[in-house]
Nanobody, 124 residues
């Protein structure tokens, strides 16, 4: 079982950067595909990015490709999301998720564990 705790959200101006972290408590962190999702008010939760168990493969939604970078440190049981060139439309609650799956999935229901979320607000 994984308990996930996100941190690093906040308020930033458009064009700025933030780095989110997600710390996992379980000892089998390296066995999970890790993903980041986000949910804006009145919208469904949407896929942002995911990383393979080893960290060797990453996947991005087109809306963040070239601006966001996902990484993981299996020794520290932590996954990161570096967000650059932020836009107001990136404003949302960001969630990390762990999936006992073979490869990345973009559907929230494919992931088994979720963090509580961290708010990211980008002002124009």
């Amino acid at each position: 079982q994984q308990q996930l705790v996100e941190s690093g959200g906040g308020l930033v101006q458009a064009g700025g950067s933030l780095r989110l972290s997600c710390a996992a408590s379980g000892r089998t962190f390296r066995m999970y595909v890790m993903g980041w999702f986000r949910q804006a008010p009145g919208k469904e939760r949407e896929f942002v990015t995911a990383i393979s168990k080893s960290g060797g493969s990453t996947y991005y939604d087109d809306s963040v490709k070239g601006r966001f970078t996902i990484s993981r440190d299996n020794a520290k049981n932590t996954v990161y999301l570096q967000m650059n060139s932020l836009k107001p439309e990136d404003t949302a609650v960001y969630y990390c998720a762990a999936g006992a799956i073979i490869m990345y999935r973009t559907t929230p229901s494919q992931y088994d564990y979720w963090g509580q979320g961290t708010q990211v607000t980008v002002s124009s």
